[in-house]
């Protein structure tokens, strides 16, 4: 948005030179430790989130009726203890994070994939269409965008995945400033007024040409994205407008267990733990990541 | 100068014009009318108070009155709170919340930026990871667990705070929640004035500068700091709006009479005239923020001007 | 045991809350903010808080909430039990002096049952002659039977003889209002600097949202016996603010707590913790309406046999709340406690008769039954709602929760857009009519839709008894009647949940969980 940045490489088309790229970037990624032990602690906890629920010995709804809020025990299968329903948490802590993990991606994808087609479409196109793309997401910027999510939880409550593509279709203006700024500077180059005098179609050059070469950016993006949409969920988690029972998010979890900290601290520590470590993971990773395919940093 | 101001803010009409009938005809869909409440209202009376606020016309019809209030200054009165309007209510909310945001947004500039600063030029150093760790450490965790933690930690166990209440804006009431408000702003300002920082460390004018033998302080404080602020100002809009955003959470935890409540309980009351004079109110706010911002970057990059 | 508690509180306040700082100010925490303070506005138990400090009835409640005279010095009933007539104190006086009189009351009546006012609580006052018709079908508010006979002696005649009125005439609906303040500043009477009231405590400043301050009114009647200072109500709504602000001493009574804390605030507060029985159920509606499921009374009384009270009110609530297997809760004045019943019937026992009682409906391990659960949004109402659908599932029944905020979800169960629905009912007064009517075909807040000729017509007779105890027969004998339908499913009995400062003197627990600021005040 401030800064346009510069297109990273030169490649002649998507492929070859585009592989060397990548390979580039993940050689350099490799080096930064915190980047690749974030990489590595992520992919357990998705591991985790997804096979979990599966292997510990209580079911996600099950009630344990000798076990209300009860502290972690090994003997009765209560690894992380149990919540004030007595149901296992750290079968709900790992459910849940299936829901906040999938949640934040439905709505990061769909900021994507708007973000990147408008960016590219109005960076492509130029002058007054661009112009007037533009003028839009300024207008899109001045919305009070938390106030909306808000009343759309209020209207639409009770379909998360709704809500969540809602959410994504307002994350996604950042997202298309970026990658118009990348498609402004890529057009201007070689490869692309070869391919136009070539008689290439608009619109394979946008998606075959252009968008391909603004990933790098747009992939750091992403992995900022889905922390904030994390977080977002946990927010209206407080507000009581998170997902409903007898479904649970980490936002769900951890509202939950602010009110018992000083009583029954596992409630709130183990899901905070869980989604604590992703943020950082991907905050992470998402710094590696920056500092990987950008070469002015190399 | 003149001319551009008045250009945006002829332009933030049809924003404006946007998050009205969004957000009026977002809530008048919601299920559940003001009136709905745990006793049900006798027939007629319902009727009656329907017909006050004329509720029982036709939603369009209900949108052009409202216009045609709002234009005359008219919020209309708070479905819930009877014995306020819905502006006298944003007039006493709104100080509350600004005081609390300009002290957040201060806070969070005045520790951000240095460990930005000092985390890029000790790049990948101990230095770094622990600064930049610590300023993770305050997006990891959602702000509404860290408001009761402070409260349980400084109010109640130490008790060397207030655990909540505003008390006409006394000071001691309000160091604890700028600093849960600010916390998560720090950690953004520090990131990105990291990177920007990064950034320009690494371009070719500062190697310039460098090769002529500048002392490192003077490169840093008279070359590469202007440059680096830019990106940091621009997210200026959008952390004010962050601010706003979790003012709502904190409000509610310190109890803190600000106008971030009135609107989250506005949207769960449907006090559908409360909810709309908020989301105008802060709809025009953040059109003059960004105007602001974008004014304070163009004083800061000599390439932008906008007189012609 | 009064002496005991303060002695023990001194040594607490030593050590885990601080002293107040003045020690004629009380501080207390509401769950809510007030939606005014005009008293034909409000219907929340927050608001008469403030209310009732601020006004008083022609009675009024007394530290354990016995009803004593309030602005009425005496009063005489005829013998038909229709008209009453009060005397009432001359040295009554609005905050800015002026006399309270007869004419108060009558300005009052009208207005609060005039359409116009909108008062959600006004059929409160139906059994006063004509109120209804005023109310609902618009007719002169002059034909209401209040009678100002002159300044200080006050007529009212009532539709029929109404045991209960006299309990009824403390409550917020029946305050006066000064006829010379609302009609000078019209609606916003009520605001800080326009209000007048004739209460031991008046209005002082009102921020929204964060503290009501009301001061020591020096025209009331009694001032001398009120030893506070002033009052200062902060609305909070978090109750987990609330107690920490207790906790750190900032508040000296909290109206409410969060449940789960109930064993921490046990071990670490106990002098401040405290809990009473609360004339309130809680309850769960089933929708009685045909194409439900719950229409068959056999499902309903397998769901309410399955159900485990015990376990409910001891491992998910644990305040203290009794398990509930009737309507109307205990310590209701002339009225004798009912159960179904099987209540004698062990656990197993009961849930071997819901396993016959669903296959007799024709549900089963291969025939579920699916349930359509509405709860609003609380805390505590969903983690009763889970376990209801966990102690269920043995029954082959499949629970789906819904959950929505306070609003829709009323409407909701009004439309009878449910199986199994949260509800809870607070008496408005004393009487087991008040629980009971919820239950009589075609009654509003009668959300199931339960319709039962032989309960309407016992209700009937009932309300046209004058002997007090032969009309509580006559009203448990339909209650007897509906729990045998299953009309709805008891849960348990509220009980209140307050934090006091144990050096403060003079509150007592009571059912009606009534606390009035001029009964209080600091120990020295």
């Known amino acids: ?47 985790a989130c997804v096979a979990g629920p599966w292997l510990t010995p209580w079911g996600l709804n099950e009630v344990d009726w000798n076990a209300f809020t009860a502290p972690p025990s090994i003997a009765d299968g209560h690894y992380a203890g149990t919540d004030a329903n007595g149901r296992d948490l750290l079968t709900r802590t790992l459910y849940g994070g299936q829901i906040s993990l999938s949640v934040a991606l439905v709505a990061t994808l769909v900021s994507l994939v708007i973000g990147v087609l408008y960016g590219a479409i109005a960076g492509y196109m130029g002058g007054r269409v661009d112009n007037l793309m533009m003028r839009f997401v300024d207008i899109m910027y001045s919305l009070p965008f938390m106030f909306l999510v808000i009343l759309l939880m209020v209207v639409f409550g009770r379909n998360i995945l709704l809500i969540y593509a809602a959410i994504g279709a ?4 950042d997202m298309s400033r970026i990658v ?117 940093t190399r | 100068m003149l001319y551009y101001v008045g250009k945006r803010l002829l332009q933030a009409i049809p924003t404006l014009l946007i998050v009205i009938t969004v957000s009026f005809f977002l809530m008048h869909m919601a299920p559940g009318g003001p009136f709905d409440g745990e006793r049900q209202l006798p027939a007629e009376i319902e009727a009656n108070l329907l017909a006050t606020y004329h509720l029982d016309q036709p939603v369009w019809k209900q949108y052009l009155l409202y216009m045609g209030n709002l234009l005359q200054g008219d919020f209309g009165p708070s479905f819930r709170y009877k014995d306020f309007t819905v502006t006298e209510l944003i007039m006493q909310g709104f100080p509350v919340s600004l005081e609390l945001g300009l002290w957040a947004i201060g806070l969070a500039l005045l520790i951000g930026l240095p460990m930005g600063i000092v985390a890029a030029i000790r790049r990948n150093s101990t230095v770094d990871y622990m600064v930049m760790g610590t300023a993770l450490a305050g997006v990891a965790v959602p702000n509404f667990v860290i408001a009761p933690l402070l409260a349980l930690v400084f109010g109640v166990l130490l008790a060397w705070l207030p655990v909540g209440g505003w008390n006409d804006g006394h000071w001691r009431n309000m160091v604890l929640p700028v600093v849960a408000l600010s916390i998560q702003q720090i950690a953004y300002i520090a990131r990105m004035m990291r990177a920007s920082m990064i950034e320009v460390l690494g371009s070719q004018y500062i190697r310039t500068a460098r090769a002529k033998g500048l002392a490192e302080y003077e490169v840093i404080w008279g070359h590469a700091l202007r440059p680096a602020l830019l990106p940091v100002v621009s997210y200026l809009g959008p952390a004010i ?68 | 045991m009064l002496k005991q508690r303060a002695l023990l509180g001194a040594c607490l306040t030593a050590g885990l ?59 005489e ?189 046990q071990d670490n507060l106990p002098e401040a913790t405290q809990t009473a029985p609360f004339l309130g159920i809680y309850y769960f509606v089933v929708n009685s309406r045909d194409g439900h499921p ?42 004798q406690p009912q159960q179904p019943e099987w209540v004698e019937l062990s656990q197993d026992e009961r849930m071997s008769r819901a396993s016959e009682l669903m296959q007799d409906a024709g549900y089963g391990p291969d025939n579920p039954l699916e349930l359509m659960l ?60 008040n629980f009971l009517s919820l239950l009589e075909s075609g009654v509003a807040n009668n959300y199931g839709a339960y319709s039962n000729p032989e309960f309407d017509s016992l209700m009937v007779e009932a309300s046209e008894t004058q002997d007090l105890d032969e009309r509580g027969e006559i009203m448990a004998q339909a209650e007897r009647l509906a729990l045998d339908d299953a009309a709805v499913l008891p849960i348990y009995y509220y009980v209140s949940r307050n934090l006091v400062n144990p050096s403060l003197q003079g509150w007592e627990n009571n059912i009606e969980d009534i606390h009035r600021s001029r009964w209080v005040s600091f120990e020295d």
């Open chain 1, 170 to 173: 307002v994350e996604w203006l």
């Open chain 3, 294 to 335: 719950t229409a068959d009374p056999r499902v309903r009384e397998a769901l309410s046999l399955a159900t485990r009270r015990e376990v409910i009110t001891e491992q998910i609530l644990g305040t203290g709340e009794e398990p509930a297997y009737s309507f109307v809760p205990p310590g209701v004045s002339h009225y």
């Open chain 3, 17 to 75: 809350l601080s002293s107040p700082l003045y020690a004629d100010t009380l501080r207390i925490s509401i769950m809510g903010e007030p939606a005014s303070l005009d008293p034909h506005k409000i219907s929340g138990t927050w608001e008469n808080d403030v209310a009732g400090d601020l006004f008083e009835g022609l009675i009024t409640e007394a530290a354990d909430g016995e009803r004593i005279p309030g602005v009425a010095e005496s009063w």
């Open chain 1, 180 to 296: 118009r700024g990348q498609t402004l500077a890529l057009k201007r180059r070689e490869f692309v007024e070869a391919a136009h005098a070539l008689g290439v179609k608009s619109t394979t050059i946008v998606t075959r040409h252009l968008i391909p070469n603004t990933l790098g950016p747009v992939i750091v993006y992403v992995t900022l994205t889905v922390p904030k949409v994390i977080l977002l969920e946990s927010f209206l988690s407080f507000l009581g407008l998170g997902v409903q029972e007898p479904m649970t998010s980490w936002g769900v979890l951890i509202s939950e267990g602010k009110d018992m900290m000083q009583s029954a601290p596992w409630m709130l520590l183990v899901p905070s733990a869980f989604l604590a470590i992703t943020l950082l993971c991907l905050n992470f990773l998402g710094d590696g990541l920056r500092d990987a395919l950008d070469p002015k």
């Open chain 3, 77 to 265: 009933i005829s013998d038909d039990g229709t008209v009453y007539t009060f005397t009432l104190r001359e040295d009554a006086r609005w905050s800015d002096g002026e006399p309270v009189t007869a004419e108060d009351f009558v300005f009052a009546f009208r207005r609060i049952l005039t359409p116009a006012t909108a008062a959600d609580y006004a059929y409160l006052l139906y059994p006063v002659k004509n109120a209804e018709a005023v109310y609902s079908e618009g007719a002169d508010p002059e034909t209401l039977g209040i009678e100002a006979l002159d300044a200080h002696t006050l007529q009212i005649t009532l539709e029929r003889s109404t045991p209960y009125f006299l309990d009824q005439l403390s409550h917020y609906t029946a305050y006066p209002v000064p006829r010379h303040v609302v009609e000078e500043h019209g609606d916003a009477w009520s605001r800080p600097g326009n209000m007048v009231s004739n209460g031991p405590f008046a209005l002082q400043r009102w921020q929204s949202q964060t503290r009501i301050e009301a001061v020591r009114n020096e025209h009331f009647h009694s001032h001398d016996d009120v030893a506070l200072e002033r009052v200062i109500y902060f609305p909070i709504e978090e109750r987990n603010t609330a107690l920490n602000r207790f906790r750190a001493g900032e508040i000296d009574v909290a109206r409410d707590f969060p449940t789960q804390q109930y064993d921490w605030l």
């Open chain 3, 374 to 433: 509405r709860y609003n949004t609380s805390e505590d109402h969903r983690r009763v709602s889970i376990a209801l659908g966990a102690m269920w599932e043995p029954l082959g029944v499949e629970v789906d929760l819904y959950n929505s905020e306070v609003a829709v979800h009323y409407a909701d169960l009004r439309q009878g857009d449910f199986d199994v629905g949260r509800a809870g009912w607070i008496g408005d007064y004393n009487d087991a009519q």
């Open chain 2, 241 to 308: 709006a962050g601010i706003i955003t979790g003012s709502v959470v904190i409000e509610q935890i310190f109890g803190i009479p600000g106008i971030g409540r009135y609107f989250v309980q506005g949207a769960l009351n449907r006090d559908y005239t409360l909810v709309m004079g908020t989301v105008v109110f802060y709809g025009a706010l953040i059109v003059l923020i960004n105007l602001i911002v974008d004014l304070l970057y163009s004083a800061l990059d000599p390439q932008i001007r906008y007189d012609h």
């Open chain 1, 1 to 47: 948005m401030t800064t346009e940045p510069t297109p990273t490489t030169l490649p002649f088309d998507g492929n070859s030179a585009g592989e060397s790229l990548a390979g580039d970037a993940w050689r350099r990624l490799k080096q930064n430790r915190a980047a690749t032990f974030s990489l590595f602690l992520l992919g357990l906890i998705a591991i």
